[in-house]
């Protein structure tokens, strides 16, 4: 492994999916819930490739003359994760890691899209965070680009320290610490733990950017100076590196260390101008012109089911909806609340939430659905109708005036969902992605099968 040459195969694809597998690919054979990547090699063994097995792996009597394109080894995925590291030693790029309990995916988005106006730019594909996604990323990432983005996920304490010492970043985006996957973690304090092992992996002389809004801000400050890691600071509640000084007519404020710059915004979020924040601040700290990107924030297009806007035309209806059903938890909910609030009031006069449930919350799921009802009684939400068992305490809850209807599960909904839309509407669609709510959606709305 240590004698592994990547300028050998520079052209070289790795990849994990069989329907990924062409010609010099080198395929690892992973073992999965639904499948195992073992049993495809047969299969695909006459092509032009090299395969990651496990030792005992043997080939059909009719491709044993092929067993020399198998590198066997006890673990695959070891074999995988190793391999990136030897990779990420060959890679002099700037490396940017991002963790948070939301917004990662959309930060690493909008890095990705700014900093491709100044130099080859290379993110993790898809939601690529894990302890296969990133290494595989960082196996793929082309030597010729500048700048690495990447997501760090975790479900666990221990998973980010893993990650963070693969990728070496030279900048940390810790974009906030709030109650997701609680129910695994058990406490908000180990999430907290959790996030925090990104700090000790940051390459010396490097940077971690912080939102000093966050409760956990000053514990992660201390573990920063403790290694001598360099801070940077976001914020719109407290006074920042880079804060918010105000929206007002459709045009931001920015204190961007010692100046302000103005632009105009369309959609004002306090989620969206978080990500703005951690854009500029990285922009700054890269050297790059800050006044070739202010312009362009309007240009970014959100990820589908995290936040995009979409207009549909439903038989004799038009209506419109903020697709935000790819995940779910109590921050990027109050978030996407707040968003729908300061939606204009003229052009959205009547703002509807269909919410599927927040899970991984374990013995706090009652606690936070409660306080999700709160939220939406002080909110300028018409209606909110429910989808879920865990979402009967929130509809329960909810004044008379916005509780809409109650559906037991997600085909209960489906098979009404045509009665709920009305013209003219706006529908916040906002759920865990596993309560198959983005199904839905991508089903009837996007008409993807």
């Known amino acids: 492994m240590n004698n592994f040459n990547f300028k050998k195969i520079k052209n070289t694809k790795f990849c994990i999916d069989s329907r990924e597998l062409k010609t010099s690919n080198v395929f690892f054979c992973l073992k999965g819930k639904q499948t195992d990547g073992h049993n495809f090699v047969n299969k695909h063994i006459k092509k032009n490739c090299k395969f990651y097995v496990k030792n005992k792996f043997k080939l059909r009597k009719e491709n044993r003359r092929f067993e020399y394109k198998l590198i066997r080894t ?113 406490s908000l304090n180990n999430i907290f733990k959790a996030k925090s092992e990104l700090i000790a992996n940051i390459q010396k002389g490097g940077h971690i950017i912080l939102n000093s809004d966050c409760k956990y801000f000053e514990k992660l400050k201390k573990i920063a100076k403790e290694n001598k890691v360099k801070i940077i600071t976001f914020g719109l509640e407290t006074k920042s590196n880079y804060y918010l000084k105000k929206f007002y007519n459709g045009y931001c404020y920015i204190k961007c260390n010692k100046n302000i710059i103005k632009f105009r915004l369309k959609n004002f979020s306090s989620a969206y ?91 706090y799921s009652n606690k936070y659905h409660l306080e999700l009802s709160k939220i939406i009684n002080k909110s300028k939400v018409k209606k909110v109708h429910c989808i879920g068992t865990k979402t009967r305490i929130t509809h329960k809850n909810l004044s008379i005036k916005k509780r809409g209807r109650f559906f037991k599960n997600i085909n209960e909904f489906e098979n009404n969902l045509d009665k709920l839309f009305i013209d003219k509407y706006l529908y916040l669609f906002k759920g865990s992605n596993s309560t198959g709510l983005n199904k839905v959606l991508s089903k009837r709305i996007y008409h993807v099968k």
């Open 74 to 186: 006890s673990s695959p995925l070891k074999s995988l994760n190793s391999l990136a590291r030897l990779r990420r030693d060959h890679l002099s790029n700037l490396m940017i890691g991002i963790t948070g309990s939301c917004g990662k995916t959309t930060v690493k988005e909008m890095l990705f899209f700014f900093l491709s106006r100044f130099a080859n730019t290379y993110k993790s594909p898809k939601s690529y965070n894990n302890n296969i996604g990133l290494p595989l990323s960082i196996l793929n990432q082309p030597i010729t680009s500048k700048y690495g983005v990447y997501e760090l996920g975790m479900n666990k304490i221990g998973e980010i320290n893993y990650l963070s010492k693969i990728l070496k970043p030279q900048v940390g985006i810790i974009t906030n610490i709030a109650p997701a996957h609680i129910g695994k973690l058990k």
């Open 273 to 363: 101008i978080y990500n703005i924040l951690i854009v500029l601040a990285v922009m700054n700290l890269l050297n790059l012109n800050i006044k070739k990107i202010i312009k362009k924030f309007n240009n970014f297009k959100e990820i589908k089911g995290r936040g995009n806007l979409v207009k549909v035309r439903n038989k004799n209806k038009k209506f419109s909806i903020i697709d935000d059903s790819y995940n779910s938890n109590p921050l990027s909910l109050k978030h996407s609340i707040q968003r729908l609030n300061k939606m204009d009031d003229k052009k959205f006069k009547n703002k509807i939430i269909i919410l599927s449930e927040m899970l991984e919350l374990g013995k």
